[in-house]
């Protein structure tokens, strides 16, 4: 299993299926999430490879208000929902919350973005 | 030419030969070793003197111009060696890499610094001495129960010594004897691969061939 495949696996029941690698298919609505990773670093030895890597998420947390909930609650829920998943993930073991900063606010759909962020050692 | 930190394979003696008595050792810019033997070309070999060319004792060296009962030790000056009387060689029959290994650093100490200065002398003064023998590490990922880490701490809990092979890219290599501890300690941190480290004191001489 792939480090991509085994996110999918972890976040399968996270804002009802809605999580893409980089972008939204279009017409796709939020709460939604997406991830990209932002680094990766082989673990080496002197000879070479040493069959694992470290590599980086960040997950973009995409919420939305509605009429009982703010774009903020949406996406710090979702946000909740992601590092739930991911902790409880069996497939997701080498796992480690890193520090993340800036959330993002659309002020024409009204859309805000939580980021959460991993770092995941995986072959 | 420079060498890289990379497709660097440390080897360490896993077996050795049954013994190669000797029966002589030139002293000569590269000492050529009388000795009913078995060996070709590229081995590795050490030596245990009991009496005699002492310098020798621990020894590791790579052998070349293996012809009949002589061989010649490649890049080992024994010109000024005691003369030759009681040795035992051995050869490293086979190896086990430490895959592990991250890194390895082995300092160049510096010369003894001997205080000649008096109670009239208005300036220091000294001699300088042979250096120690240098000290050196290894660090690596954390490998318990790996073949070449047991052979590390083998050797720790019995105080013995093992003969290390390093070959850089495939090409130039070193050869050193030396005492070793490790097996015991490792280092973890948050998110980090675990690491553990290892010490080492040569024994005689470190060779180095180019090739």
């Known amino acids: 299993m792939s480090i991509h495949s085994d996110i999918v696996t972890a976040l399968a029941g996270v804002a009802s299926g809605k999580v893409y690698p980089d972008a939204a298919p279009e017409g796709v609505e939020p709460p939604l999430v997406l991830y990209r990773r932002l680094s990766y670093d082989p673990l080496m030895t002197l000879q070479g490879y040493a069959g694992l890597a470290q590599s980086t998420f960040l997950f973009e947390c995409w919420g939305k208000p509605t009429v009982s909930v703010t774009a903020k609650a949406s996406a710090l829920t979702l946000a909740a929902a992601v590092q739930a998943a991911i902790d409880a993930s069996t497939v997701l073991t080498s796992r480690f919350r890193v520090p993340v900063t800036g959330e993002e606010y659309d002020v024409n759909t009204m859309e805000l973005m939580e980021p959460v962020q991993y770092s995941f050692w995986h072959s | ?211």
């Open chain 2, 1 to 211: 030419m420079a060498y890289i930190g990379s497709n660097i394979k440390v080897e360490l003696e896993k077996t050795k030969s049954a013994a190669i008595t000797v029966t002589g050792i030139s002293k000569l810019a590269e000492g050529v070793v009388t000795a009913s033997n078995t060996l070709t070309n590229g081995d590795v070999v050490y030596f245990i003197v009991s009496a005699g060319m002492v310098e020798l004792d621990g020894q590791a060296c790579r052998v070349k111009s293996v012809s009949g009962t002589n061989f010649v030790l490649e890049g080992l000056d024994t010109t000024l060696y005691s003369t030759y009387s009681a040795v035992t060689c051995y050869k490293v029959a086979t190896w086990e890499t430490l895959a592990s290994a991250q890194s390895i650093a082995m300092p160049n100490p510096a010369a003894n610094k001997i205080d000649l200065t008096t109670l009239l002398d208005v300036v220091k003064k000294y001699t300088f001495g042979l250096a120690d023998a240098p000290d050196g590490s290894i660090t690596g990922l954390f490998a318990p129960g790996a073949a070449a880490e047991l052979l590390v701490t083998a050797a720790t809990n019995t105080n013995g010594r093992m003969v290390c092979r390093c070959t850089f890219q495939g090409v130039a290599v070193t050869v050193f004897n030396a005492y070793w501890s490790g097996g015991a300690g490792f280092d973890a941190s948050p998110n980090a691969a675990l690491t553990s480290n290892i010490s080492f004191t040569p024994v005689g001489k470190v060779i180095h061939y180019a090739s």
